[in-house]
């Protein structure tokens, strides 16, 4: 009798390991289906400040659920604002878990993908699973190739060329974006921004050395607390504001310039002001009128 239940015993301590190990699976499984694969919810979550999520698109191909993760062949953006033209692409996707990070009752995922010929990587820590967390996000770019992006894809310029790097930095609140925060940096370097669209003006082309854009992300506000641009013959610099949510998308942005060499882009001295709704604002040059000098009237003469 004791030599049957000893053996009870075992049969059900097996049972209950494989059982475990298999609710883990499925666990997991669901988990990265929800997140990575349905519909358009993450997409939409994790893009929701950035760019403008909440009318965001994603078209995936070549999808592949595995033990430890899942690969994707490619991942097609879109918004609603552009009329069905692709926003951009990524390739080559994988994405792994950490299933040691359950034992905590949340979920760590890493991603690696092919961004024009550059490097994009996103982790995602504290996925709620069974307590209660909130997941943060960290997206890194590297040495991504901007005249592989295709021209004609924005309406308020042609195209766009140069090296970019940077970072993206937000905690993410599942079902509540409108409390997210975050920062952010992006460096574009040696390139330039072709025929700009500029109001009542012919169409401009920048060429630059150097751009940094930095900012922070609250809520369904990103705040643009620096825009820097160290063009060949021009020095730019200014800040502002871009609103998203469900109902509009504004942008507010504005810039001083002065040029640096005679055959400048921009003349002189002004200042360029990006308003309206941000997939076709309104951008405006306003040129600094230099102040004539005051000529002095001669003082009457004495007879």
């Known amino acids: 009798m004791r ?34 694969f349905p519909h358009q919810k993450f997409v939409k979550i994790a893009f929701q400040n950035f760019l403008c999520g909440n009318k965001m698109m994603a078209s995936i191909e070549g999808a592949k659920i595995r033990p430890v993760g899942a690969v994707a062949s490619k991942i097609v953006f879109g918004h609603e604002g552009l ?9 080559k996707i994988k994405i792994s878990w950490n299933p040691f990070s359950l034992v905590k009752g949340v979920l760590s995922i890493s991603s690696d993908a092919s961004a024009y010929t550059g490097k994009m990587k996103v982790n995602i820590e504290g996925i709620p699973v069974i307590i209660n ?5 960290k997206i890194n770019l590297s040495n991504i190739n901007l005249a592989k ?10 195209g766009v060329s140069g090296t970019l790097n940077g970072w993206v930095k937000k905690d993410m609140p599942l079902y509540a974006p409108e409390r997210q925060k975050g920062s ?4 574009m370097r ?28 609250d809520g369904e506000r990103i705040n643009l607390t620096k825009i820097v641009i160290n063009s060949s013959g021009n020095s730019i610099n200014g800040n502002g504001i871009i609103e998203a949510n469900e109902f509009e998308q504004k942008v507010n942005l504005k810039f001083n310039y002065e040029a640096t060499t005679k055959n400048a882009p921009l003349a002189g001295k002004g200042t360029i002001t990006i308003s309206g709704n941000q997939w076709s604002p309104d951008i405006v040059i306003t040129p600094e009128v230099p102040e004539k000098p005051s000529v002095a009237t001669p003082a009457p003469q004495k007879k």
């Open 133 to 137: 967390s909130l997941p943060n996000m």
């Open 3 to 36: 030599n049957i239940k000893k053996l009870f015993t075992k049969i059900n301590k097996q049972y209950l390991l494989y059982a475990g190990a298999v609710v883990w699976f499925f666990i997991l499984l669901v988990v990265v289906l929800y997140l990575f």
């Open 83 to 91: 009329q069905g033209k692709p926003l951009f692409e990524i390739e």
């Open 149 to 158: 992006y295709p021209e004609n894809r924005l309406p308020w310029f042609k």
């Open 190 to 217: 040696n390139g330039e921004i072709m025929e700009i669209a500029i109001k009542n003006l012919p169409r401009l082309t920048i060429p630059y050395k150097d751009i940094t854009i930095e900012g922070r992300i």
């Open 184 to 187: 952010f940096s992006i460096n």
